[in-house]
T-cell receptor, first 116, second 112 residues
Framework: GAVVSQHPSRVICKSGTSVKIECRSL??????MFWYRQFPKQSLMLMAT?????????EQGVEKDKFLINHASLTLSTLTVTSAHPEDSSFYIC????????????FGSGTRLTVV | DQQVKQNSPSLSVQEGRISILNCDYT??????FLWYKKYPAEGPTFLIS?????DKNEDGRFTVFLNKSAKHLSLHIVPSQPGDSAVYFC???????????FGKGTHLIIQP
């Protein structure tokens, strides 16, 4: 089956520093990858959609200069939280779509980011 | 505004009985619906899905029903097992390459 690997699973960083989260599709090529954020006891909120080789599309209210997304290949997308602040502490989850119009979304295991 | 709503934050069901989780949506452009199971600090695990052209889809113990006119779907789990205890998210998609819109989840607790 399709597997998406997300790394790191947990990271603690100091306020003002940047953190990079990687999302890899291990056994398939993902035309599209998505990044979500989940606050405690809340829904998963879509942050942005990234397509290989093009700029990411951000949802309303998500700062593109703060959450940098790079989708350099069909198997790797990265999310960099720049100049992190405590309010950025959250659970970040990526998802990869194997083929458009098949609704075959596969999720990574998530990254718990804590900014201190 | 929340386009996908799960109005029950939690649900307690006795082992062996039927669990029914409900989900409502407001966006008529949604054409595909999915249910995920999730544990804390883990990614969601896909359970079952349904296209808007169908009203029922069944997979083992899991059945999803869609009432398009009421913009309502439900997930039935029967019989419920202790391992089913988790948070269940309803999600909707408006297109083949769109991200998903999630509800807030329902914490299902299966009691022995």
């Amino acid at each position: 089956g399709a597997v998406v690997s997300q790394h790191p699973s947990r990271v603690i960083c100091k306020s003002g520093t940047s953190v990079k989260i990687e999302c890899r599709s291990l056994d398939f090529q993902a035309t599209t990858m998505f990044w979500y954020r989940q606050f405690p006891k809340q829904s998963l909120m879509l942050m942005a959609t990234s397509n290989e080789g093009s700029k990411a599309t951000y949802e309303q209210g998500v700062e593109k200069d703060k959450f940098l997304i790079n989708h350099a290949s069909l198997t790797l997308s990265t999310l960099t939280v720049t100049s992190a602040h405590p309010e950025d502490s959250s659970f970040y989850i990526c998802s990869a779509l194997r083929t458009p119009n098949t609704y075959g979304y596969t999720f990574g295991s998530g990254t718990r980011l804590t900014v201190v | 505004d929340q386009q996908v709503k799960q109005n029950s934050p939690s649900l307690s069901v006795q082992e062996g009985r039927i669990s029914i989780l409900n989900c409502d949506y407001t966006n008529s452009m949604f054409d595909y619906f999915l249910w995920y199971k999730k544990y804390p600090a883990e990614g969601p695990t896909f359970l079952i899905s349904i296209s808007s052209i169908k009203d029922k889809n069944e997979d083992g113990r899991f059945t999803v029903f869609l009432n398009k006119s009421a913009k309502h779907l439900s997930l039935h789990i029967v019989p419920s097992q202790p391992g089913d205890s988790a948070v269940y998210f309803c999600a909707a998609s408006g297109g083949g390459a769109d991200g998903l819109t999630f509800g807030k989840g329902t914490h299902l607790i299966i009691q022995p």
